[in-house]
T-cell receptor
Framework: AQSVAQPEDQVNVAEGNPLTVKCTYS??????LFWYVQYPNRGLQFLLK??????LVKGSYGFEAEFNKSQTSFHLKKPSALVSDSALYFC????????????FGSGTQLTVLP | SQTIHQWPATLVQPVGSPLSLECTVE??????LYWYRQAAGRGLQLLFY??????ISSEVPQNLSASRPQDRQFILSSKKLLLSDSGFYLC???????????????FGSGTQLSVL
């Protein structure tokens, strides 16, 4: 069975500084990796995905994530954080070929301080 | 454009009472439909998955059930709620078939269920 670990429950970063939200995974075979974001009082939204190809994936709102197969990681990054980036971020993984087996991490609360 | 509606937004129910949460999708046909639960401090847990009318797959044994009476309607139910059923419930849909170019879920706004 696959699993996702988000080792940090809370990440605080100053506005304008780079941010990283960590994610490591375990899955059989090739992984499909996702980041979702949950803004306050809003639903969960898709941010970006890695299916295949370039290890650096660019997504919405200036976010990007780097797939590292040897470290089984898919960390979310942004060069310059905004206060409006404050939200709950979820990493998810599933093995290729099975839609139902999408496994989410426990989430990381990102707070960007003005 | 596609939209997903989920209601109610909040619900407080006594232990032993029944439950019915409804989710509808507009602007698409033949979607995959999902029910997730988000417990405090834990990740999203897939509860049910449906690829078509009347086709329900249960991912974990539990006190809940799901039904899909229409193509774009997905209902989460319980005959008798338990305290442990409290949580944040999210409905989601995805394009079917889930091919590589359509790899994303679209979530509803969620229902916060408190069982007292």
């Amino acid at each position: 069975a696959q699993s996702v670990a988000q080792p940090e429950d809370q990440v605080n970063v100053a506005e304008g500084n780079p941010l990283t939200v960590k994610c490591t995974y375990s899955v059989s075979g090739n992984p499909y990796l996702f980041w979702y974001v949950q803004y306050p009082n809003r639903g969960l939204q898709f941010l970006l995905k890695y299916i295949t190809g370039d290890n650096l994936v660019k997504g919405s709102y200036g976010f990007e994530a780097e797939f590292n197969k040897s470290q089984t990681s898919f960390h979310l990054k942004k060069p310059s954080a905004l206060v409006s980036d404050s939200a709950l971020y979820f990493c998810a993984v599933r093995p290729s070929g099975s839609a139902r087996q999408l496994t989410f991490g426990s989430g990381t609360q990102l707070t960007v301080l003005p | 454009s596609q939209t997903i509606h989920q209601w109610p937004a909040t619900l407080v129910q006594p232990v032993g009472s029944p439950l019915s949460l409804e989710c509808t999708v507009e602007g698409t046909s033949n979607p995959n439909l999902y029910w997730y639960r988000q417990a405090a401090g834990r990740g999203l847990q897939l509860l049910f998955y449906s690829v078509g009318i009347g086709q329900i797959s249960s991912e974990v044994p539990q006190n809940l059930s799901a039904s899909r009476p229409q193509d774009r309607q997905f209902i989460l139910s319980s005959k008798k709620l338990l305290l442990s059923d409290s949580g944040f419930y999210l409905c989601a849909w995805s394009v079917r078939p889930l091919i590589r170019s359509n790899e994303k879920l679209f979530f509803g706004s969620g229902t916060q269920l408190s069982v007292l």
